[in-house]
């Protein structure tokens, strides 16, 4: 600290060196000293500096026990306050910490605020929906399920990144967050309870209902919340909820993610996820060059686009198909075709092509949420994702959570945008028999290679036996995964589901 008083301006420490200091301090008055500067007015000036250095945040995210929870609370009070730059790189390393450290900001603590006698009201993937009273008003009290002790660690976790997450998104189109209940066995989110029910109860019940006005609320909301960084990963009709004012927002966060660029431990995706609304990559990242399905941008997009298909059509994604059918041929490359007559009434080539931009196979080839807005809006579909026009009206086209999906294959001459090498007969990564001329390089897994990996030309001669082969273990390991993550062990029963005497 004698630095600090240094006539030479030049020799005093900078304020990130004299915090690393205190905080580093085996001495316990320096960290409480820390502690009180934590609790003035001078707090939001501190966290920025904190996070205008790498080492500083670095330092931040390895505390643990009180000075952690000390930090949460600090840092989630004045988040609101800080540039957005400095937001977002706040509100990663939130979510980085209350996972790693399991805990939350004190000042979401609310006392249960519904009847564990009665039962729910709606079932997710993850979790059940009470009605309950706050404050007196009404909210819906979403309660993650637990199966089993050894789940009790993961489940914590888990639940804590979605809250801290969650509570710090603010837009009409979003569903806020007004509080939690967190104890040992029951992890409870409170919300606004929305009385219209979601996006498809609310049209078959009024019938008026302005169904373009309604997605393009949900496409704002999903515009706003890849503004911020996070990523949905559960984008279906069951989550989009109606408010009283006649508004839909965004809801079912149980599966949104902010790419960290880390390791973390996760839920994946395809446990999470529903599999009539999920893109490709994440049905078998493999096929994509990704190493683990993991939602992104762009995922988020191909499952905008399938709702928008859903409200418009009134029929839901590959409706007659069974989940392995429906596999199977999200993987070939097919996808909904257009309505016709009174079903495609709403479909004009605007919207129509704007689906297609949300749907192509490779992640990198769709078009972002602001684009789809604009379709929405009336305008053509002809914004290719990083196109002249597309920079022009201020679109992000791209972003580092997305670069591994993006740079993983390439359409080289397919008008029907099927993976490099595959037809509407024919699985993806499978080469026509006797097919002569230049062929897409694959590598030692008989994946398309991007063109740059690429010699010039590379021919694999497969069957389509094969190909059946890589997708049929596809579909039974996704099928493993979805049943282990949804459903509860043989004659266990949740402890929310079962009567109370």
Known sequence: MERCWNHDPRLRPEVSEALDALLNSENPAWRRLISTTLDTNGRTPLITTIFSDRDQIEMVEHLSGDDAQRFIDVTHEVLDTLAPRIRRRCLRSLYWICDRQALLPKSLETPLCYNINEYPRYHGGFADVWKGQHNDREVGCKVLRVYSQSELELVRRRFCREVV???????????PLLGVTMSEIRFVMISEWMENGNIDMFVKAHTGANQLELLRDVTKGLIYMHGQGIIHGNIEKANILIGNDGHACLAGFSTFTIPLGRPMITFPAIGGGTIRWMSPELLNPGMFGLEESQPT????????????????SGKTPFAPYTTPTIIWKVLKGERPERPQGEEGRLFTDVIWGVLELCWKPLPRDRISAKTVLLGLEGNPPSLRPGSTVERDVGIDTDDQSDAAASDSGSLIGNSNNYPPDSSPGRPPGVSSPGTTGPQIAHNDNGLPLHPRD????????????????????????????????RRAP?????PEDAPHN
């Open 454 to 485: 690429s010699p010039p030309v590379v021919t694999r001669p497969t069957t389509s036996n094969e190909g059946r082969n890589i997708l049929m273990r596809t579909i039974q390991k996704v099928l493993k995964a979805a049943t282990r993550k």
């Open 490 to 494: 043989t004659g266990q029963v949740k």
């Open 297 to 312: 941008k762009k995922s988020d997009c191909y499952a905008l686009g399938m709702v928008i298909y859903e409200i418009l």
């Open 165 to 175: 997450t969650w509570k710090a998104l603010h837009h009409p189109n979003v569903l």
